[in-house]
């Protein structure tokens, strides 16, 4: 049997995929013939590959089958791809130790004589208002943490549309 690269490399697979992607639930081959503009057999013929290498998972429904796509079955094409990118480094995330008592040593980074968003702050539009303020502190550690959380999910969406020919 032929490897998954293989299977995904034809542009019509790869658009049936993206087209069972992005309805997020089943189709059925008539509903597929639709939105790709394509003839029925080929459909067929290029949703038989995808099957044989776990790339779809069938249903039947009656007289009609009901295709999804199988993710995982897409891990060995995101594992090869990701050796391209290497992990991000985290960028110094600010450590806030809870119930540091005296002294600078272990310390919160957050400041003591109660500081509030400045108007000039982009944060306070999203983390403090003037009814519940957060300390700035506070807000630059969670927008440290938050940047640091999303960066790979980020980086692996971007990886994804591109394997299937979006930028």
Same mark, same amino acid.
């Given at each position: 049997?032929?490897?998954?690269?293989?299977?995904?490399?034809?542009?019509?697979?790869?658009?049936?995929?993206?087209?069972?992607?992005?309805?997020?639930?089943?189709?059925?081959?008539?509903?597929?013939?639709?939105?790709?503009?394509?003839?029925?057999?080929?459909?067929?013929?290029?949703?038989?590959?995808?099957?044989?290498?776990?790339?779809?998972?069938?249903?039947?429904?009656?007289?009609?089958?009901?295709?999804?796509?199988?993710?995982?079955?897409?891990? /060995?094409?995101?594992?090869?791809?990701?050796?391209?990118?290497?992990?991000?480094?985290?960028?110094?995330?600010?450590?806030?130790?809870?119930?540091?008592?005296?002294?600078?040593?272990?310390?919160?980074?957050? /400041?003591?004589?109660?500081?509030?968003?400045?108007?000039?702050? /982009?944060?306070?539009?999203?983390?403090?208002?003037?009814?519940?303020?957060?300390?700035?502190?506070?807000?630059?550690?969670?927008?440290?943490?938050?940047?640091?959380?999303?960066?790979?999910?980020?980086?692996?969406?971007?990886?994804?549309?591109?394997?299937?020919?979006?930028?």
């Amino acid at each position: 049997m032929s490897s998954v690269f293989e299977a995904v490399s034809e542009q019509t697979r790869r658009r049936i995929l993206q087209a069972l992607h992005d309805a997020g639930a089943e189709l059925s081959v008539s509903e597929l013939v639709d939105q790709l503009e394509v003839s029925q057999p080929t459909v067929s013929k290029h949703l038989r590959v995808l099957r044989d290498h776990d790339l779809v998972e069938v249903r039947e429904d009656g007289q009609r089958r009901l295709y999804r796509i199988n993710v995982t079955a897409l891990d /060995p094409v995101r594992e090869w791809i990701d050796e391209f990118y290497p992990e991000p480094e985290p960028t110094g995330l600010a450590t806030v130790t809870v119930g540091a008592t005296g002294g600078s040593e272990g310390a919160s980074p957050c /400041p003591t004589d109660g500081a509030q968003f400045k108007d000039d702050d /982009p944060l306070a539009a999203r983390l403090g208002t003037p009814e519940h303020p957060i300390e700035r502190g506070v807000a630059q550690t969670l927008g440290q943490v938050a940047a640091a959380v999303a960066r790979p999910f980020i980086a692996g969406a971007r990886r994804v549309g591109r394997a299937f020919g979006r930028r």
